[in-house]
């Protein structure tokens, strides 16, 4: 009977375990959505939780991780939705109240690439 139950309870957590691991991958996947408005001519602002809290987390004195964050940007997509958005070299991009000149992902090269499963 312990076995019985014991094979019961496991059975029901594995259920449980599932469930909360689907939503937990879509409050994720919500997370990585962001929106891109153009301001003006040349200037662009982006929006979404994960790429807010990237850009406050970033050590903007610290070079490496200002690349590493580009590296991010690019793994999210940004680049890409950028140029789609209209972004050219040299636009002002704003996140939060950082504002920086957008470089297509062609213009620099990803020193942390290899970091990509």
Do not use: C
């Not at 009977?1 to 957590?13: D, K, N, P």
């Not at 903007?60 to 140029?83: C, I, P, T, Y």
């Not at 636009?91 to 090269?109: A, G, N, P, Q, R």
């Amino acid at each position: 009977m312990v076995q019985q139950l014991r094979e019961e309870r496991r059975a029901a957590e594995a259920g449980v375990e599932h469930y909360e691991q689907i939503w937990q991958h879509r409050r994720d996947e919500k997370e990585k959505k962001f929106q891109i408005v153009q301001e003006a001519p040349g200037a662009f602002r982006v929006t979404g939780k994960q790429i807010e809290r990237m850009v406050y987390q970033t050590d903007w004195e610290n070079d490496e991780a200002v690349a590493f964050l580009q590296h991010r940007f690019k793994r999210l997509g940004l680049d890409k939705a950028l140029e789609r958005a209209g972004a050219r070299d040299g636009d002002e991009i704003t996140i939060l109240e950082v504002t920086f000149e957008f470089e297509s992902s062609h213009m620099h090269d990803d020193i942390y690439e290899g970091l990509d499963l």
